[in-house]
């Protein structure tokens, strides 16, 4: 009589799936925190806001795609090229929200007729227009923190294709903004760093296209 005996080899072991615990949390919290931090010490000069995105954005694509953070060198070396083009978009962009946020004030305080619709409106039109921005800044993180024209313009085309993408970024956008009045101002650079993690994670949800019938 033959014994069959089992052997261990031949059920392969499944490892334990790795689990993040509190540690990982806290320490990707952490993260998001400096690099709001960093932006925000980057862009004390104003003009230099655009390219301090640019950096971050790039810096939150390598932690996707790598799942590490770039070093010291390689952000430097792309805030530095991100500077010529991104001190026009920090000017352009500095300008029209200082045009919206004098549009509000004047809504709100009633010196432009109008009322609370008005009001109302200028706020959703504000938001759709920050989520649009905060999408183009994602964009150019994808390419490495430069782009802004060839951003923009791939951005106006895919927000009418993804309309639930666009709206989520608004909200995630004004979410940022109206926390950012409330909280005390040194927790600003958090916000900043979380919400621009957060368009990064929306962004990374594409829809999977259909197979092909035929």
């Known amino acids: 009589m033959t014994t069959v005996s089992a052997s261990t080899d031949a059920v ?14 806290l320490r990707e919290a952490t993260d998001l925190a400096l690099l709001g931090f960093a932006v925000a010490l980057a862009a004390l000069p104003v003009l230099t806001l655009a390219p301090a995105l640019a950096t971050a954005s790039a810096a939150l694509h390598d ?5 590490s953070w770039p070093d010291a060198r390689t952000s430097l070396a792309r805030f530095g090229r991100a ?7 920090s000017a352009v962009a500095l300008a029209a929200a200082a045009l919206l946020a004098a549009d509000l004030v004047a809504l709100a305080t009633g010196r432009v007729p109008g009322g609370g619709l008005a009001l109302a409106l200028t706020a959703v039109v504000v938001a759709v227009l ?6 183009v800044a994602v964009a150019v993180g994808r390419t490495g923190g430069q782009g802004w ?3 923009a313009r791939r951005v106006a085309r895919a927000c009418p294709e993804r309309p639930g993408v666009w709206a989520a970024a608004a909200g995630i956008c004004a979410l940022a903004v109206l926390l950012g009045v409330l909280v005390t101002p040194v927790a600003v650079p958090i ?6 993690a ?7 949800r594409r829809p999977v296209p259909a197979p092909d019938p035929s």
């Open 12 to 25: 392969p072991a499944h490892p334990a799936s790795a689990r993040a615990d509190w540690r990982d949390t």
């Open 63 to 67: 932690r996707s795609v790598t799942g």
């Open 83 to 89: 500077l010529p083009a991104g001190l026009a978009v």
């Open 130 to 135: 920050l989520g649009y921005a905060g999408l």
């Open 149 to 151: 024209r060839a951003a």
């Open 191 to 196: 916000l900043g760093g979380y919400a621009l």
């Open 198 to 204: 957060a368009l990064h994670a929306l962004d990374a």
